[in-house]
């Protein structure tokens, strides 16, 4: 990859996290269904409120300027997995 296409995936990168992080921190539906994924609940609640979830955080990256494609699989990637992606720097 070229040295100004990873700076490009990484800008992208980063706003992308920037979205989502402004959601966990602005959405109260966002915030309400994140609390709701640490009770103890059902398998099948469970299942609800993370494609609820993941369903919010598309139309936030779609809003965003995002495509279908990367907004539907980045987040279907926070909503059903533990993953912490954190803001990167180029040569990091």
């Known amino acids: ?3 100004r296409d990873e700076l490009h995936f ?5 706003r992308l996290i ?8 602005t959405s109260p539906e966002v915030i309400r269904l994140m609390h709701r994924l640490q009770e ?4 099948y609640e469970t299942d609800i409120a993370r494609r609820d979830l993941s369903e919010k955080i ?3 990256l779609y809003q965003g300027g995002f495509g ?3 907004a539907s699989a ?3 990637m926070m909503a059903y ?9 180029h040569g990091d």
């Open 58 to 60: 598309e139309a936030a």
């Open 10 to 14: 990484i800008e992208e990168l980063n």
């Open 74 to 76: 980045f987040a279907h």
């Open 18 to 25: 920037g979205i989502v992080d402004e959601l966990k921190k």
């Open 40 to 43: 103890s609940i059902s398998a």
């Open 68 to 70: 279908t494609e990367i």
């Open 1 to 3: 990859m070229s040295e």
């Open 81 to 89: 997995r533990d993953v912490e992606i954190v803001l990167v720097e």
